[in-house]
């Protein structure tokens, strides 16, 4: 028979691990800008961030229009850069993209404190 406490950090853990990925999913585009804000990134690099942080199978149908949605939008812009004969698109965090990801963390800030609530 398991531990209860064991038992418990175990369903802590799994969900956890279940509303991080609710998260990414359903919030991509945010997700995708914390990563760039972290340092530049391109395209396959995300791709692989995303599958080894935080566990999701990111398909490329997903992850390029979100960026170039990201860039049109002004939240990002992307540099063309070769590396060992290979020419790649490499995304950075524009001032735009940095208060709308000041917004968002106001925004969750308010929902966890339920200041929101009247």
Do not use: C
Request: charged residues 30%; glycine residues 6%; hydrophobic residues 35%.
């Amino acid at each position: 028979m398991q531990n209860p406490k064991a038992k418990g950090k175990i369903m802590a853990e799994t969900y956890r691990k279940e509303i991080v990925q609710r998260i990414i999913k359903n919030l991509l585009d945010i997700q995708l800008l914390r990563l760039v804000q972290a340092q530049p990134l391109w395209g396959y690099g995300i791709k692989k961030k995303v599958e080894t942080d935080f566990h999701i199978k990111l398909r490329h149908g997903a992850l390029y229009p979100m960026l170039n949605f990201l860039e049109r939008k002004g939240f990002l812009t992307s540099q063309k850069q070769h590396q060992d004969g290979r020419a790649r698109k490499v995304y950075t965090l524009t001032k735009n993209g940095e208060e709308y990801l000041q917004s968002y963390y106001a925004i969750l800030k308010e929902q966890i404190e339920g200041t929101d609530f009247k």
